[in-house]
């Protein structure tokens, strides 16, 4: 499995733990072991730019996911197909003011929206009721497995 993290954005990112993050939801989501991801941190300026041009919405945003060989998840007797799942873009600064109004650390925040993403590059979406009923089910889920029971209250990501 190949996660690749980019820091842009002059923050102090605990990379690592974003990685273990990375690793845990390809095996929790029967992602081939040869998929690869990669994780960018950018600054504030960098994401809304990224914002405006991709989303065409006004100011940052906290994570955003570029997808790129339309991967889904696997089933426990069929893994995904190895390729490139995409891009993570994430914001720290954005991360810091939300995680501090949830009540939780910079970190708990971009491990939170980097299973967002994950999500997302996978085919989830949160458009309609359903869909998001689902996809933050989920990522509550996989968060508090992967913290050991227990996961940051969600921000809408």
């Not at 390809?26 to 072991?33: A, D, G, R, T």
């Not at 945003?61 to 060989?69: A, E, I, K």
Request: with cysteine; aromatic share 6%.
């Amino acid at each position: 499995m190949s996660v690749e993290v980019n820091n842009e954005s002059g923050y102090e990112v605990e990379e690592e733990s974003l990685v273990r993050l990375a690793n845990f939801l390809f095996e929790s989501l029967f992602v081939h072991p040869e998929a690869e991801l990669s994780i960018i941190l950018v600054d504030v300026a960098a994401m809304e730019k990224l914002h405006v041009e991709w989303m065409d919405e006004p100011g940052p945003t906290d994570v955003l996911s570029f997808p790129m060989d339309e991967l889904r998840p696997g089933t426990p007797g069929r893994v995904t197909p190895a390729g490139l799942l995409g891009d993570i873009v994430l914001c720290p600064e954005v991360a810091a003011s939300q995680g501090a109004a949830a009540g939780h650390g910079t970190n708990d925040e971009l491990l939170l929206l980097t299973t967002h993403g994950v999500l997302h590059l996978l085919g989830y979406d949160h458009a309609e009721p359903e869909e998001e009923k689902e996809m933050f089910g989920l990522q509550r889920q996989l968060l508090s497995d992967f913290l050991g029971g227990t996961a940051p209250r969600e921000t809408r990501a």
